[in-house]
């Protein structure tokens, strides 16, 4: 059975992009076709500015959300990144084997820093060696497959070279591993700048549907999204950013292909209309379960607890033999 690993990042609410992106096809798809880790990666949260009680309430709201998306401790694995020492032992192996100018080659690396810069703050290391946590995260497990969105491309780009050059140097130890994305809303953009990514972390409410938005306010946001100039409804992306995101959040909730169903609406109003609906009839059950969880967080606990039992035995082995690959003494 081929491995599947992805992980969700605590810092913000998660939103429509991370759903439609990944989380969908982890319940949907992942768990019951392939032996799959799902992880909430705290230790990348400390990477740019944080306030720790916000990253522990995040840690768990991820980990709530994750399951209320119908995620099956008896069908994959769940748990928190932290919990798992592997990752952050076989992530110094990974920095030992990446260099400097690939780190800050990476384009969320450049984006954050910039951003961090502009606020006048200062910028971590730990956002530089980001990408090798994540490759270590991947790599621990032997994955196969990353379900992700677009943004995560060049991360797992950079995770096969590592992956390819550990193996070259010391010894084939690590799989290397492909990316899977969805057909539709890869990338989700945000309804008040359509040419930039719905991103969980930007906090600017009006332009991200989070998951756990009331109906009404998921009304109000997509009703509210910019459009562009023109009237006609037609899927292009270039041209018309506004339009063909909200084209394709509708393909993605109902299915279809955002081009044909283009042809189906005379009016940005009617397919905001439409639009606005699917998206509350999708993220009802999940809201709806997320409530029931949050009512039994002893049971949220005890799914991380077993999870990370269960990927500490399935990671330890392969990053001992990392460990004794790279020239390190066994302690005995
Ligand atoms: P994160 O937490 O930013 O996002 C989690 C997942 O959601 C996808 N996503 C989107 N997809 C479509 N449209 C959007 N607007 C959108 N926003 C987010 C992301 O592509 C991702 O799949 N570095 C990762 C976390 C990570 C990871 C890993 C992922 C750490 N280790 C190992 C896979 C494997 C991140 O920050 O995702």
Redo the contacts with the bound molecule.
């Keep these: 059975m081929k491995r599947v690993?992805?992980?969700?990042?605590p810092t913000g609410h998660l939103?429509l992009?991370?759903y439609?992106?990944?989380m969908r096809r982890w319940s949907e798809v992942d768990q019951h076709e392939a032996d799959a880790l799902f992880c909430v990666?705290d230790l990348?949260a400390l990477t740019v500015d944080h306030d720790p009680g916000r990253v522990r309430r995040l840690s768990r709201q991820a980990a709530t959300l994750l399951l209320a998306t119908g995620l099956d401790p008896r069908l994959c694995t769940v748990f928190v990144q932290s919990h798992v020492d592997e990752h952050a032992r076989l992530s110094y192996l990974l920095e030992c084997v990446a260099t400097d100018g690939e780190m800050r080659r990476m384009i969320q690396y450049k984006e954050k820093a910039a951003a961090e810069r502009a606020r006048g703050g200062s910028v971590r290391l730990s956002l530089l060696t980001y990408p090798v946590l994540?490759a270590a995260?991947?790599l621990a497990y032997g994955t196969d497959e990353?379900p992700?969105?677009?943004?995560?491309t060049q991360?797992v780009e950079l995770t096969r070279d590592l992956a390819v050059r550990f193996n070259q140097r010391y010894g084939r130890t690590f799989v290397v591993p492909r990316t899977t994305h969805p057909e539709v809303?890869?990338?989700?953009m945000n309804l008040q700048d359509p040419t930039s990514?719905?991103?969980?972390s930007d906090d600017v409410g009006p332009g991200v549907v989070y998951l756990l938005d009331e109906p009404e306010t998921v009304r109000k946001k997509i009703m509210r999204a910019v459009t562009d100039s023109g009237s006609d409804v037609v899927h292009d992306r270039e041209a018309r950013p506004g339009v063909s995101n909200l084209l394709e959040i509708l393909a993605a909730c109902e299915g279809g292909d955002p081009e044909e169903l283009a042809g189906a609406y005379e009016t940005y109003g009617s397919l905001k209309k439409e639009t606005a609906e699917a998206v509350v009839e999708l993220l009802k059950p999940v809201q709806r379960r997320h409530q029931e969880l949050c009512a039994d967080p002893s049971y949220v606990e005890g799914v991380l607890r077993e999870g990370a039992e269960r990927a500490r035995e399935m990671a330890r082995p392969r990053v001992d033999a990392a460990y004794r690959a790279i020239g390190l003494l066994p302690a005995g």
């Design positions: 690993f992805s992980g969700i990042k939103t992009g991370n439609l992106g990944a990666v990348h994540m995260d991947i990353v992700v969105g677009d943004d995560q991360h809303a890869a990338r989700v990514k719905m991103g969980k």
